[in-house]
DNA sequence: ATTGTATACACTGCATACAATAAGCTTCTC
DNA sequence: GAGAAGCTTATTGTATGCAGTGTATACAAT
């Protein structure tokens, strides 16, 4: 998918509309949304870039090259980069590029410990706040997810909007955030649970019950329940690290962008 | 305390070491630590003026008001804008500047939900991982608030310092940056509470037990202390607004900024 | 008087030039 | 050959100009 395919940057005199079309090229438009700004757009190339490894964690990125891979000036990244470092994605390196961040198994279990605070009450408090359309949306999306249980291209995003509405319908703000900061470093987990058949079974029983105990408007269960998911998800994530190679001899990793 | 006394900004070409010394001037480094870019002075600055009451919430920023402010360019002004957009002091309006976010008392009641979840959790992780100089630190920090009950300008950093290092001593850095993101809008419910100097006192003594519990590695009791020290503090905000002005007739407030 | 339309203004978004800074390398001296 | 001083390079920090966007205001038409 040639990330923007945009020559270069006319050397800096071609006739004016160039510039302006590109740019308008560059926003793709997120369906009745308005334009994003290069900075956003910028923001979600590098979170996605890196979700899908192909920036690997521990990798050392500069402004100028995402500037160039992305065609853009350096003003935008600049501001993406902020962002990302304040998600905790990139490890800023004061004078010397950033770092995508890395998470050792101790980062992983202390995440864990955080999101098995925090997802148990969202639960909870979404059984006492969500209302009929919300119930109705985790329903379906319950229906979807059943006859997707091996395709995990399309469980994945399921499953990240079945969290969101749990979170929208608790009615939070600030519960949102705080997960939704924890959240944001997933990526650096490396692949999804769902890739695996079995834990996408067995996350899908889950969130049915989830959805019988808000349904029942029974709080104090779909506690339980939310924390024996978040549970479920470490074990795997434990079970994996403990098969594979332990992954641990990336040194700093040269540069995988541009030529 | 006038805001940083300078003139209005030299009209566009006074001599070029001006703006330099200005920007020396500004960055007032931190005690062996290196020069603070202006992007960070900028933050701390408009931070430090929301918390002040300087600027009020409601307000409406620009860009150029708060680079005339601190006498330095748009550019850094933006980072910290954006910065503090992330941090949800500032809410961004997107052509047309930023608005010092509000909170009204539902906000209050979903942040301390919040904080009633995060905190105890962090003083029974305390209670498991402290070290014995965290735990000397506490007892410090115990000594100076007892001499200093009735002097909010000192007890309110030593409060934040108490809490850091509970923080810090529960050894999570997830649990750690969901908190600060909470305490970050702290400044925006008005005057803290330790203005008050009965509610001072029983912060004093909560913050006691709580070491105590700590230091006899009791993190249930912790735990429970630590929650009802959240809760207390609520019932002391909320009984001021009761007592107050309910403060919610601004409607977009104009500029307080500048002439 | 009311509505529609053009124009002016205020502000941000972005790009680019330039300055500053820190690390690495080279070279010179002893 | 070792160490220090200075140069080089890589990278970020800051200023500023210009273009685009959204709002308000004034003016024309009905």
Known sequence: ????????????????????????????????????????????????AIREGRVATGAHLT???????????????????????????LLNQPFRGAL????????MRQMFAVRELLEPAAAAACAVNAGPADIAALRAILDEEAVKLDNPAALIPLNRQFHDIIL??????????????????????????????????????QHQE??????????ARAEVLAREHVRAS????????ADNVPQDFIKKTTKTRKK
């Open 234 to 241: 470490l074990r795997t994530r434990l079970a994996r690290i």
């Open 100 to 107: 995508v961040m890395r998470l050792d198994a101790d980062d």
């Open 63 to 89: 402004e100028v090259d995402l500037a160039a891979w992305l065609g853009m000036s350096r003003t935008p990244i600049r501001e993406a980069m902020r962002r990302l470092q304040s998600e905790g994605l």
């Open 1 to 48: 998918m040639a990330p923007r395919s945009r020559s270069k940057r006319p050397a800096r005199s071609s006739s004016p509309d160039d510039s302006a079309l590109q740019r308008i090229a560059a926003r793709s438009v997120p369906a009745g949304g308005n334009a994003r700004s290069l900075a956003e757009v910028a923001c979600d190339e590098i979170r996605r």
């Open 168 to 205: 929208e319908s608790a009615r939070n703000q600030f519960l949102s955030k705080a997960i939704a900061g924890v959240y944001s470093l997933i990526p650096l987990l490396g692949d999804s649970n769902l890739l695996n058949g079995r834990h996408a079974r067995e996350a899908h029983a």
């Open 210 to 219: 989830i959805v019988d105990a808000i349904e029942h408007r029974d709080a």
